[in-house]
């Protein structure tokens, strides 16, 4: 990991110097170091690099763009997994709400919105709004992508974990 590190950071401090930090392969490449450090979970060097990734992609691209929806994603999961509860939810609240307004309600990212929104929800204690959206989830789930796939046995996994609780 240490070597994927020092070549993400030597890749972001070319495209800076080259293209500039507004070129979309350079925000990419912030981006790929957030994610490099946040596999590490040295999640307190990842949060700075999604957040300067999500404000340049909202500044950039507009705040429903694919890439920008990806990005606020990726730092409410870094705040989640940091156990910043207060600052990923409404990342996540806002990401689902972007999920379902430019892919619609049954799209793989905007189901796998809601249950990490649900996740969240669950691990503060918000048992009854968790529940719901995990139900949601493996409803929507089922209907659109079929009883097999990954993301439906996902869905019901997670709703099963919630309701033994």
Same mark, same amino acid.
């Given at each position: 990991?240490?070597d ?15 293209? !500039? ?8 490449a ?17 949060v700075p ?6 404000? =340049? ?6 705040? =429903?763009h694919? =890439? ?7 730092? @409410?999961? @870094? ?5 910043? *509860?207060?600052?990923a ?19 793989? =990212? ?14 503060? !204690? ?17 209907? @659109? ?5 990954? *993301? ?14």
């Amino acid at each position: 990991m240490k070597d994927a590190l020092g070549l993400y950071r030597r890749t972001l401090a070319d495209r800076e110097r080259v293209q !500039g930090g507004d070129h979309p392969d350079t925000i990419a490449a912030r981006g790929n170091l957030a994610d490099t450090y946040f596999m590490a979970r040295k999640y307190k060097d990842a949060v700075p690099l999604y957040e300067q990734t999500l404000a =340049d992609r909202e500044r950039i691209q507009g705040t =429903d763009h694919p =890439d920008t929806i990806t990005a606020r994603g990726n730092l @409410a999961s @870094a705040f989640h997994s940091g156990r910043k *509860l207060a600052q990923a939810i409404p990342l996540y609240e806002q990401n689902l709400a972007g999920c379902e307004r430019v892919f619609g309600p049954d799209h793989k =990212d905007t189901l796998t919105s809601r249950s990490n929104l649900a996740h969240a929800y669950h691990t503060v !204690g918000r048992m009854v709004e968790a529940q719901a959206m995990f139900e949601r989830t493996l409803a929507d789930s089922e209907r @659109a992508l079929g009883p097999d796939h990954p *993301l439906t046995q996902t869905a019901r996994e997670n709703l099963a974990a919630v309701t033994q609780v």
